[in-house]
């Protein structure tokens, strides 16, 4: 029991610490949240990769998205890589093709996201280079957004700000509020030069990244995030453009959000692994302590939600031995008259409601910071009834799948 | 070279730590403030139960003087009701072994013994329908059969609502509970249910409770609530069973 709360003490300020850096740094820096607009005439040339594999649903609203981009046409290539689709992906994109000269479509056999990418980056004709993820939608002004940060020539690599592009039941309105709370948190990080993954969805890198620290790896299936931790390994900075958004489809079904948060966690740990020397605080300051306390933190969730699930299980056994003890008599189960439960404001009460409050603010402060329009209010509550047990339920599944040398496939 | 957003700030990280603590000791001192006003409520409570029992001891005066119809001990049963919940709270804040819990315990089984003194005397000497049970229990490690035993006859009590039930800690050090222990020439043999004069040691369960109680009264009797005043009031109810208090 003491260890219980002492983790629980420990979990709640250190929460209460990271929400108090966030915010200092987020007033520190709050005339640097977007870049200032420049009125630009000479545009560099972008080169756009797309990599495919079965996306016949998808490709049309993404191409069609990044076609009627606001960016010169004649400073654009749009590199579709079909991977080896048996769908009529590669046929879209060809058609596709005919309609927008500035499109070019590859085909090469199946190897995975990486070597589709890598193809791309190889045949591109531009000095920067954008990936994009075939299920998304890129807003009409995320390239020059993005493009934007770039200016900085400190800076290697920008990310956009991913957002759901519309939530049919909760599973994805949780979604909708953990991307938004990550938008922030992201940008914040951006300021501590510890942003850890070059998203997916569209990021954009200079084209010297790749000649001076390599192309894609396999990664354990999540190649963006080891790209930029091989990328923070060489101190090369990334950039958060919050202003610019591409739109991604939400995981509709418990099962198919798992596994990809299985991958994606599973991927953090083994990369991490791989990139041990990125948790040296001498050498990487910020960023050493920012994933020792995301690492940590995953342990005292785990700690803390099964202790939590453990008192909820006695309970249900506990009401179970009423059953058995009232022979069957169910209806003093339930309370004749509704009475309001008595709250005892403990103070580990208090500091979780403390603590509560600091994550529902983080997802309502990313909604106003990327000009969202959505109603959030329900879609936060059951991102902080839920969120919590299923974030430390991808944990446990990212750790069973590495203790148990688990073998993984893209989900 | 290591870029400039990556460099730890010692005076940052040190400022944001003292900003957190005192948002962390606020959290300590709300608490501290919230329990401290509940300690005062459960203060005037206590004024209360001390005014209602004069009330009551003066009842009891008048009775004697006046015919049975005039006593009504529901306002008290309401009183020691809360006092039991309120016991309760006390009890998950500050645990079982606090001196100020065990204090308020004692009071309240004082209360308990007077009120049924009362109820007995006014059985016997108006021939009203009270029937009543005394249960001594203990902790889980004396007693662990207390805490089902506990639970049945809450429900008990709230099938049968003229059915009084009084609750005692059988390892309370109370000289007034001492006393009743030795009416009944009671033995260390937990879970104890006395009904009129009969002890029975040991867990019941529903079926041998009932079987029990259908010895002294018709049980369906007892589902109905009291209507006339001069019995205890349909809004009364008894001293909850339960082990913890």
Redesign the interface.
Known sequence: MAIIEFLVYTAVFLALYYGAFVFLTFFENKNRIYRPSVKRRVFPFLTVILPCFNEEENIDAVLGSLCVSDYPKDKLEIIVVDDGSTDSTLAKARAFQENCPFVRVFHKENGGKYTALNLGIQNARGDFIGCVDADCFVDRFALKNTLAYLDDPEIMASVATIKIMKSKNILEGIQTAEYLGSAFLRKIASFWDSIIVTSGPLSIFRKEVFQKIGLYRQAHLTEDLEMAFRMQFNNMRIAHALEAFVYTKARPTLKSLCRQRLRWQRGFLLNLRDYKELLNFRKHGNLALFLLYCFIGAFMSMAIVSYGLFQLAKALWGGLGHLWLLQGDFSYLFPREFSWPVLHFSTGLILNIFSLALIISFLFVGKKLTFDKIKLKSKAIYYWLFYSYLATFWWVLAFYSIIFKKKLVWG | ????????NPL?YL???L??AI??GS??L???Y??QKRFQQLDVLQQNLRTDILSLETQFSVLRQAPCDNLNESTLTKELYDVS?KLS?VS??LGEKSPYYLQLKKYYSIMEIQHWLLVKQAAKECSMPFHTIIYFYADKEHCPSCE?QG??LT?FR??YPSLRIYSFDFDLPLSALQALKSVFGLKDNLPVIVVDKDVYYGFK???QLEDLLGKYVNLESLEQKPVASSTPSSSAASPPAKNKK
């Open positions: 070279m290591i870029p400039q957003g990556k460099k730890i940052k400022s944001v730590f900003f957190t948002i962390f959290g300590f709300l608490s501290d919230i329990a919940q709270e998950a804040d089902n639970y049945l429900y709230e099938k369960d529903k079926t």
